[in-house]
């Protein structure tokens, strides 16, 4: 829920682990990092503060991201103070932990002291890694000290850390002065002799020739923004080659697969940097890149590349796992094309001898079978058994899929017996029976949901309507039996049982669906009033309703609001909004709003360049609508292979 950026909901379960006495440091963890996410750092150490003051010791994780993300917004003083409450817990801190304060200290020149922070870690016996040097180095670079950034190779030459040309380089780059290019010169004179001695005193007699092992690499954040910038600018990609190769940079697999994970929206940029970055010397693609290069190549339906960089995977002898075979069984099911995600993943367990499918290979298969394009039902009730047979538990958002399909079909029977399985797999009786009494609200069948939920003990009664209070009345409401709804409403809090968001958004969306928006807003108000959070569902939910009831202006300043203060609008708000837009004559809002999807890295669909484009023509609007179609076909480029 924290990664989905729905921390009030999450914030609901912390409450009802509380009254269970069941909430560990590591809960308010995940809490706090998904606040950082959103970048709303006052909460996160409101949070934070209140915990240390209760008494919890929140992990190491925890306080080395904070103070990460402080640093970051130049926030020094902040992020200090809590190395120093760290240490005077009596924290044991990590190689993370020592790496963020030395840049810390380094950005703010404070370069002896990010000495002191290295030395005391060494004398008390803790073991930095590689990267904790490499980043104190490209620290004191950056300031251009490299006359301590060249103590730090010496260190590290001192400490058996392997130090590469690269480094050597740019501290030259970064210095100029003779001196400290003599004093590099010695440093690799050095390193040769005693690499030389080593390789005579170890050399086993009879051997003509020794393969060394590739020395440990690493990139900083800067050598990664920099390639991305330049993979997914406008330039022709002559133009980006050239650039890449003035970067000097030493590419490595992890660097790699950094780069085409941040670029994967600019599909076609992003592979044909793949190609490129595979023919340089000294470089070697891992199993893992070249699956990263089958997902951005699926996501843009180029098939055939995908299949072919599979070929050339196993020409190549690369290690093909369960999850280069999920690659192609998801990217194929998620179009439709069940029919080939099948004969896929009959191939997989009839040739692969190495593996076998894995959770997530049935887990795609299964969802993909579940969905509206492509739908085979009986193939996925067969496929849901064997994963059950083959010892894997299936985790909450497939169970929510296949219920939902097999109330969809009305494959009742297959749902009860489902839920019988889930007992003896260890789902309590509250958790099996709301999947499915959630699944047959969201089909509509709200009368079959109230039945099965009052076919459960009265021992779990509680716990069970804390689970379906809000989606029993969310399906009430769509029915139009307000009635009901209000009733159930007030029955739950005689059991105080209050009302979540989710029951109060669902209320507004019908009060304003019924055009009494005074209500709507009421409920609003009282819902904030209670010190319920409103979500990005709430506030999607307000857009939509103020936009059919003619208030264009309220709308915007919601839209406004979320931008500024959060959450921030996702894929589905942006959707929606543009499609209001289209329907309420202002295609040319919603234009500005696709510019704007793309800005903030969110993809817009072919529904969301339709709604505009037809929008427009209606509007008379001919040519904008023609500079739409263009931006289509860009964007539909950029995320394909380009041949």
Not at 164 to 178: D, T
Not at 258 to 272: M, S, T, Y
């Amino acid at each position: 829920m924290c990664h989905a950026d729905k921390i009030t909901d999450a914030l609901e379960i912390v409450e009802i682990l509380k009254r269970k006495d069941s909430v560990d440091r590591n809960i308010y963890g995940i809490i706090i990092s998904g606040y950082l996410r959103r970048n709303d750092v006052a909460k996160a150490l409101e949070l934070f503060h209140s915990l240390n003051d209760s008494g919890v010791i929140l992990p190491v994780s925890t306080h080395t991201e904070l103070m990460q993300h402080l640093f970051k917004i130049d926030e020094y003083e902040k992020a200090f103070a809590i190395y120093r409450r760290m240490l005077n817990m009596g924290l044991e801190l990590d190689s993370v932990a020592i790496t963020a304060v030395v840049a810390g200290f380094v950005q703010q020149k404070h370069v002896s002291e990010a000495w002191d922070v290295i030395k005391n870690m060494e004398e008390k016996g803790i073991k930095l890694t590689r990267k904790c040097y490499v980043v104190f180095f490209n620290e004191l670079c950056k300031i251009s000290r490299s006359d301590e950034a060249i103590n730090v190779l010496d260190h590290m030459k001192g400490l058996n850390f392997s130090v590469q040309e690269n480094m050597y380089n740019r501290v030259i780059s970064h210095s100029g002065k003779y001196v400290e290019f003599e004093k590099i010169q010695t440093l690799k004179r050095v390193e040769t002799t005693s690499l030389d001695s080593s390789l005579i005193l170890n050399e086993p007699k009879g051997v003509d020739c020794i393969t060394m092992s590739e020395p440990e690499k690493s990139f900083t954040e800067h050598d990664l923004q920099k390639v991305c910038k330049i993979v997914y600018s406008f330039m022709s990609w002559c133009l980006k080659e050239e650039s890449l190769q003035k970067c000097d940079l030493y590419f490595t697999p992890e660097l790699v697969m950094e780069v085409l994970r941040n670029c994967r929206l600019h599909g076609g940029a992003a592979l044909q940097f793949f190609t490129w970055v595979g023919k340089k010397s000294g470089y070697e693609h891992t199993a893992e890149t070249y699956n990263m290069a089958m997902k951005i190549a699926g996501q843009g339906k180029d098939f055939k590349l995908m299949r072919s960089l599979f070929n050339e995977m196993r020409r190549r002898r690369l290690s093909v796992s369960s999850d280069t075979w999920t690659i192609m069984i998801l990217q194929y099911g998620r179009i439709g094309l069940t029919e080939i995600a099948l004969k896929i993943f009959k191939e997989m367990k009839e040739n692969s001898c190495s593996c076998s499918p894995n959770s997530s290979t049935y887990k795609s298969l299964i969802i993909s079978l579940c969905g509206k394009k492509g739908r085979k039902v009986n193939e996925a009730i067969e496929i849901f058994h064997e994963m059950i047979e083959a010892g894997f538990v299936p985790d909450k958002e497939l169970l929510e899929i296949y219920f939902e399909c097999l109330c969809e079909v009305d494959n009742v029977l297959e749902a009860k017996r489902c839920v019988k399985k889930l007992c003896t797999l260890g789902f309590s009786t509250p958790l099996a029976y709301s999947l499915y009494i959630r699944a047959l609200c969201r089909a509509g069948n709200v009368d079959e949901a109230l039945l099965i939920a009052g076919e459960v003990g009265e021992n779990d009664q509680n716990t069970l309507n804390e689970y379906i209070y809000g989606c029993l009345v969310h399906a009430l409401l769509r029915k139009k039996r307000v009635h009901d709804a209000l009733e159930k409403i007030e029955s739950m809090n005689r059991v105080n049982i209050f009302p979540t968001v989710h029951v109060y958004t669902s209320l507004i969306v019908y009060f304003f669906k019924e055009k009494q928006v005074s209500k709507a807003l009421d409920v609003f108000e009282d819902m904030k009033r209670e010190g319920c959070e409103p979500t990005i569902v709430t506030y999607s939910s307000l857009i939509r309703g103020y936009m059919s009831n003619g208030m264009i202006n309220d709308a915007w300043n919601v839209f406004c609001k979320m931008k500024t203060e959060g959450p921030l609008p996702d894929f589905k708000t942006y959707s929606m909004f543009i499609s209001c837009l289209c329907k309420e004559g202002m295609s040319e809002k919603g234009m500005q709003l696709l510019s704007e999807m793309l800005s903030v890295g969110i993809g817009p669909s072919t529904v969301n360049f339709r709604d505009v484009f037809y929008g427009l023509n209606r509007e008379g609007k001919h040519s904008l609508a023609q500079t739409v179609l263009r931006r289509k076909w860009n964007h539909v480029n950029s995320r394909k292979s380009l041949t």
